[in-house]
């Protein structure tokens, strides 16, 4: 069994910051990849920014030059540092892993909750 916890959503005035987290618990053997992705209302879920094990970071235009991703591969735990937010990064905010577990050994995509970002004055 694998979780995906996020935490760190919430409400803030356009221009301010956030920093969103997410842990991966459970019978976990490797991880290959962590994510986050986000849906808007109305839109379709989108990759905000992922970061695979050994690579750069991947980030969505929208994101570039203001989001973060960064990971502690010791805790299993994926960060997204949102800095100059905008009303349009308003959205529900999904962790994303790419992982195997003790059991299995295969690698599949695992989902957390996620989390509500609210950009708002």
């Known amino acids: 069994q694998v979780q995906l916890v996020e935490s760190g959503g919430g409400l803030v005035q356009p221009g301010g910051s956030l920093r969103l987290s997410c842990v991966a618990s459970?019978?976990?053997?490797?991880?290959?990849?962590m994510g986050w992705y986000r849906r808007a209302p109305g839109k379709e879920r989108e990759l905000v920014a992922a970061?695979?094990?050994?690579?750069?970071?991947n980030y969505a235009d929208s994101a570039k030059g203001r989001f973060t991703i960064s990971r502690d591969n010791a805790k299993n735990t994926v960060y997204l540092q949102m800095n100059s937010l905008k009303s349009e990064d308003t959205a529900v905010y999904y962790c994303?892993?790419?992982?195997?577990?003790?059991?299995?050994?295969?690698?599949?995509?695992?989902w957390g909750q996620g989390t509500q970002v609210t950009v708002s004055s």
């Open positions: 970061v695979i094990s050994g690579g750069s970071p």
């Open positions: 994303n892993a790419h992982l195997s577990t003790s059991g299995s050994y295969a690698f599949r995509e695992y």
């Open positions: 459970g019978s976990i053997f490797s991880i290959n990849a």
